[in-house]
């Protein structure tokens, strides 16, 4: 069974849905046949790696694409990147794109730095990355920074009933809505959980998959009731995620009202955990210590 995301991949910028003012800059450059190196951040699931394929495709050009999350290290640069943006092409130009830059690490982004000054008259770089403060100075001020919004709601709507339509499913608006409203602005995982949850032709959504939505709420409602970390470790669990992202700015932006006068000890507490977040294995253990560290200051 093929995946709707990638079926249903835009293979144009007409396609492409939002963000019109940098579509309008993308096809200038396509016209011209050349870009500069890019970087489009923003959040997961909004277009990022569609936007950064659809130049590659409508370009004559070489193509190397790395996700940063899996090779991030300077190695992938000295034995991937390097050979390749120094090779010859009979194209016109080579485009390397790491998708989720934010992935590799300092040392290795400043090892592109050079690579990208040496061979600028072949190669451009496409990066995208969910966070824009994980790249470094040097490499954002070699690249054009775009932020990719995502499309309003209405529109993921019409998006997903086109999709419907053309799988020969009947659309239900209001549970289409229930998935919108529980994962926007994640694209990607709104398309999955429509097509996770098709039987026998009909979209059939368990209200415990979208449990999820209700999380921050129920985690921030145990830390003002300084619940015990059992409690809390249990609605992480109940959730059934394998991701806590949003929690992060949630608890964040709660944090005047949980922790007063000790607002800016949490907010420290946060970041440490939302940076390591990034490199564990286990985000529901990083979650939970995160909490355990939140509730001595409630």
Same mark, same amino acid.
């Not at 090892?111 to 990355?129: H, K, P, Q, V, Y």
């Not at 355990?292 to 200051?297: F, G, S, W």
């Given at each position: 069974?093929e ?8 293979q144009t910028?007409?396609?492409?849905v939002?963000?019109?003012?940098i579509?309008n800059k993308?096809?200038?450059y396509?016209?011209?046949?050349s ?8 959040v997961a699931?909004?277009? !990022?790696?569609?936007?950064a394929k659809l130049i590659? !495709? ?10 940063a999350?899996d090779?991030?290290g ?5 034995d !991937?990147i ?5 090779s010859?092409?009979?194209n016109?130009?080579k485009?390397?794109?790491l998708d989720?830059a934010?992935y ?6 400043a090892?592109?730095?050079n690579?990208?000054e040496s061979?600028?008259?072949t190669t451009r ?8 403060e994980?790249?470094i100075?040097p490499l954002?001020?070699?690249?054009q920074t775009f932020?990719?919004?995502p499309?309003?709601k209405?529109?993921v709507?019409?998006t997903l009933?086109?999709i419907l ?15 919108i409203d529980?994962?926007y602005p ?6 999955n959980?429509?097509q996770?949850?098709?039987?026998e032709g009909q ?5 415990n998959?979208l449990?999820?939505?209700?999380l ?7 830390l003002i009731r300084?619940a ?12 059934g995620?394998r ?9 964040y932006?709660k ?9 800016g000890e949490?907010i420290?507490?946060?970041?440490k955990y939302?940076y390591?977040?990034t ?8 979650v939970a210590?995160?909490?355990n560290?939140?509730?001595k200051?409630c």
């Amino acid at each position: 069974m093929e995946l709707w995301v990638e079926k249903y991949r835009p293979q144009t910028l007409n396609e492409y849905v939002g963000n019109e003012t940098i579509k309008n800059k993308i096809a200038d450059y396509l016209k011209q046949g050349s870009i500069q190196n890019l970087l489009f951040h923003g959040v997961a699931g909004t277009g !990022k790696t569609t936007l950064a394929k659809l130049i590659a !495709k409508n370009l004559n050009c070489d193509l190397l694409y790395i996700n940063a999350s899996d090779e991030r290290g300077i190695d992938t640069i000295r034995d !991937k990147i390097i050979p390749f943006a120094s090779s010859m092409s009979f194209n016109d130009v080579k485009i390397v794109i790491l998708d989720e830059a934010d992935y590799i690490t300092p040392q290795a982004q400043a090892t592109l730095r050079n690579t990208i000054e040496s061979c600028s008259a072949t190669t451009r770089f496409i990066f995208t990355c969910n966070y824009l403060e994980r790249i470094i100075s040097p490499l954002q001020s070699r690249c054009q920074t775009f932020e990719i919004t995502p499309p309003s709601k209405g529109d993921v709507l019409d998006t997903l009933k086109n999709i419907l339509a053309n799988e020969g499913i009947e659309a239900n608006e209001s549970i289409a809505m229930k998935v919108i409203d529980t994962h926007y602005p994640d694209i990607r995982k709104i398309i999955n959980t429509i097509q996770g949850s098709i039987v026998e032709g009909q979209i059939k959504i368990d209200d415990n998959s979208l449990k999820n939505s209700q999380l921050g709420g129920l985690v921030v409602d145990a830390l003002i009731r300084k619940a015990k970390l059992s409690e809390i470790r249990q609605i992480l669990a109940d959730s059934g995620s394998r991701e806590f992202d949003d929690l992060f700015k949630y608890i964040y932006d709660k944090s005047s009202t949980l922790f007063g006068d000790n607002e800016g000890e949490a907010i420290l507490i946060i970041a440490k955990y939302q940076y390591e977040y990034t490199f564990v294995l286990e985000k529901e253990i990083c979650v939970a210590a995160m909490l355990n560290k939140l509730l001595k200051i409630c």
